[in-house]
């Protein structure tokens, strides 16, 4: 009962998120609502997980988590610099 | 909820936005595939859907400008074909055996033998990698070098690209 309220709610989340990233005016709208699906994928497996009593696909969570930091990285990064191969501000560009 | 970001990739005309939306859309189908206990198919969609064609399309993106232009003409011949192979693929579904049916024509046909003789016939031992690197062997050959292509060519765009750049500044 517990765990379907809380899929019920994550669901809720999911749908807001994906309506901020549809209508989102700026690309940060987007980028965040990019993130927030990607983590409430992440609960939902989890919870899921749980709700059918086989909590083993946790690790896939994990992962999930994981991939989800690389697309924001790389969508921020793409925003920053216009380019995804273009080292940071700190590190001098690297000789041929 | 697919349907609606799907219709959304669809409609939008700001590039950026449908590659958010994408990633979006490979993060629903991967949990959908969860749901359906296909994990390693979920952890292939994620991996690659959510992660790597992000990645790849936002170095496309640079590439090209951000705006997708208007389409000329009102696309209903495409649209008429995209109805109709959906209509086949569900009529098609509901010629498959039942979800998670043990006498399933796939678990009769070369699975016991898979299961039963792949330690005595190729000496792996693990069922899976005997059938993917010897009984398919020829099939994962071709998929690697199609793969293997593939990489080369993005790897070509987007260095050629980068080396433009440095010689600009």
Redesign the interface.
């Known amino acids: 009962m517990m765990f379907a309220a809380a899929t019920l709610a994550i669901i809720v989340t999911m749908a807001l998120a994906i309506v901020r990233a549809i209508r989102g005016p700026t690309v940060f709208d987007r980028a965040q609502a990019g993130n927030t699906t990607g983590t409430m994928a992440v609960m939902l497996l989890a919870v899921i997980g749980f709700l059918n009593g086989r909590p083993e696909f946790l690790d896939l969570a994990i992962v999930y988590g994981l991939l989800n930091l690389v697309g924001t990285i790389a969508v921020l990064k793409f925003f920053r610099y216009g380019d995804l191969g273009d080292p940071g501000e700190g590190e001098p560009p690297r000789q041929p | 909820?697919m349907a609606?970001?799907a219709t959304?990739m669809v409609v939008?005309r700001n590039l950026?936005?449908v590659?958010?939306?994408g990633?979006?859309y490979s993060?629903?189908m991967?949990?959908a595939l969860?749901?359906l206990d296909a994990?390693d198919v979920?952890?292939t969609e994620?991996?690659v859907g959510?992660?790597i064609s992000?990645?790849l399309l936002?170095?496309a993106?640079?590439l090209v400008r951000g705006d997708e232009a208007r389409p000329l003409g009102r696309p209903w011949f495409p649209l008429a074909v995209s109805i109709a192979a959906g209509g086949v693929l569900v009529y098609g579904t509901l010629g498959l055996s039942a979800f998670s049916d043990a006498d399933a024509p796939i678990h009769r046909h070369v699975a016991p033998r898979y299961i039963e003789q792949a330690m005595k016939e190729t000496g792996v031992p693990n069922v899976v990698t005997a059938v993917l690197a010897s009984y398919r062997g020829y099939d994962t050959l071709g998929e690697t070098t199609v793969v293997f292509t593939a990489g080369i060519g993005v790897i070509a765009l987007?260095r050629q690209?980068?080396?433009k750049?440095?010689d600009r500044k």
Request: no cysteine; glycine share 8%; charged share 15%.
């Open positions: 909820m609606v970001v959304a939008q950026f936005a590659v958010v939306l990633g979006i993060f629903l991967a949990t969860v749901a994990v979920a952890m994620a991996s959510a992660g992000t990645v936002l170095g993106l640079h987007l690209r980068r080396r750049d440095r």
